[in-house]
């Protein structure tokens, strides 16, 4: 899931709470600030729910123009970090404004190297990032990173 700031931490503890029955580890891409410093807080715990560790990530500029109406667009790159993380066979990524009805849990077992809904009927190159399954890759992250002018 995405943390943008630290308005957002009430959600990502409804979101631990909504997973607490699944198995898997339940991360927090949280982005540095221009100045590279984070929220102070490595993780977050309540009794009742699943335990949320938080990655620090650097922001990664939108390149395309943003305008007001669309702010919350400002931010979406931050998703090519999925690819760089080495450490993790499979990342299932949920945007902390997706609602769940379940855990996700038998996304990890897909056995694809990405997956993600279509925004559109008809139109499979235009993809809604709130939910993605990724297999890690660093080549495919170089390549990500250079193709947004890095």
């Known amino acids: 899931m995405t943390l943008v700031g630290g308005s957002y931490t009430r959600f990502v503890h409804l979101l631990a709470c909504a997973l607490s029955s699944s198995p898997w580890p339940l991360y927090a891409l949280r982005p540095l600030s221009a100045s590279g410093t984070a929220l102070r807080r490595r993780h977050l715990t309540c009794h009742t729910c699943k335990q949320v ?3 620090s990530v650097p922001h990664i500029r939108n390149p395309y123009r943003v305008d007001a109406s669309h702010q919350r667009f ?6 090519l970090h999925l690819w760089n993380m080495p450490r993790f066979d499979t990342v299932v990524f949920v ?19 990405f997956a993600a809904a279509s925004e559109r009927l008809g139109q499979p190159l235009a993809v809604n990032s709130g939910m ?15 193709s947004v002018g890095r």
């Open 95 to 113: 945007d902390i404004d997706l609602l769940l009805l379940r855990p996700p849990d038998e996304l990890f077992d897909l056995g694809c190297t």
């Open 53 to 55: 560790k938080f990655l």
């Open 74 to 79: 400002a931010t979406v790159l931050n998703k």
């Open 132 to 146: 993605l399954v990724v297999k890690p890759s660093a080549r495919v992250f170089t390549k990500l990173w250079d």
